[in-house]
């Protein structure tokens, strides 16, 4: 494990693996650098991996106010360390923040995420209106069980008995002890899981390969909101993995990464027909 340090002083812990171009992993809710490791493992024969603690999670330090624009600043100085520029993937809410970084200018050269857990139709119901400011309340009175179940309830979906299961399970601990940075999951999302159409403007200024990524035997929201991030240009393309859901396995997505993210993939993309690039390309 290394550290480096964040604009405003943060230490932001991570580990490096392998050898070649670099490329950083950006984990969802509840996961730290370590749910990364099997998939690192697999591609790094190609790629030096950075796996990494976001921030309040993990070995990694957290500021005193949050701001999404934090953890973008996080990733810039972990692509830093890296050389300078880095290639991106994003599982979940972090390849929201993946989107979020390269379109903010960080210097990203390609760019894969899986399953955005984007909500734009009405396959399930929206996030409630106070999701971020009740999960906030539940976090500042230290009830980190509680926020852990309400993000399960109200994010992921599941029904409160199957929730109240999980409270007994061994990795429940594990899940509590990051439930602190769940309100940050809830901003970088913000209100694209409102059950309305994604914003056309939010990533307009990326111009990298984007491959979007999306299992079809899962929440059906998470593929209709797939295609869609891959419709908003002829930059991005959509490729489905049959029979996988949310957790997809590592085995299956890193051939598809390592598929893309090298120049024969960029190719791929950048030649790709727009009057074809919704058609799905199946692994």
């Known amino acids: 494990m290394d550290k480096v340090l964040s604009a405003d002083g943060t230490a932001i812990a991570f580990e490096r693996h392998g050898s070649g171009p670099a490329l950083v992993l950006v984990g969802g809710a509840f996961m730290t650098r370590h749910a ?6 697999l591609l790094s024969e190609h790629f030096t991996v950075f796996t990494y603690d976001r921030r309040g999670r993990g070995d990694s330090g957290d500021g005193a106010v949050y701001d999404v624009q934090r953890e973008v600043e996080d990733l810039d100085a972990l692509i830093e360390r890296a050389g300078g520029e880095a290639m991106l993937f994003g599982m979940s809410s972090g390849a ?10 960080s210097a990203v050269t390609r760019l894969a995420l899986y ?26 009175r230290g009830a980190y069980g509680d926020a852990a179940a309400y993000f399960m309830t109200a994010a992921v979906g599941l029904p409160e008995e199957a929730v109240d299961g999980m409270r ?22 913000g209100d694209t899981m409102s059950g309305r159409p994604l914003p056309t403007d939010r990533w307009q200024s990326l111009t990298v390969p984007v491959l ?6 899962g929440a059906p929201h998470m593929l209709t909101g797939a295609r869609e991030l891959a419709g908003l240009a002829d930059n991005f393309i959509l490729q489905v993995f049959p029979g996988q859901e949310h957790a997809i396995a590592p085995a299956l997505l890193a051939p598809a990464l390592i ?7 960029q190719a791929c993309v950048l030649e ?6 919704d058609h799905i390309y199946e692994s």
Do not use: N
Request: with cysteine; charged share 25%; aromatic share 8%.
């Open 36 to 41: 990364s490791a099997e998939l690192a493992g």
């Open 259 to 265: 598929a893309f993210l090298t120049a024969e993939g």
């Open 212 to 217: 979007v990524g999306s299992g079809d035997a």
């Open 168 to 189: 007994q399970a061994p990795f429940w601990a594990d899940m509590k002890a990051v439930a602190r940075t769940l309100p940050y999951d809830g901003r970088i999302m």
């Open 272 to 277: 790709h027909d727009p009057l074809v690039r």
């Open 96 to 105: 929201v923040l993946a989107l979020d970084a390269t379109a903010c200018g």
């Open 115 to 140: 399953e955005p857990p984007f909500v734009t139709d009405d396959s399930r119901p929206p996030l409630p209106g106070d999701y971020v400011a009740h999960l906030e309340d539940l976090v500042e």
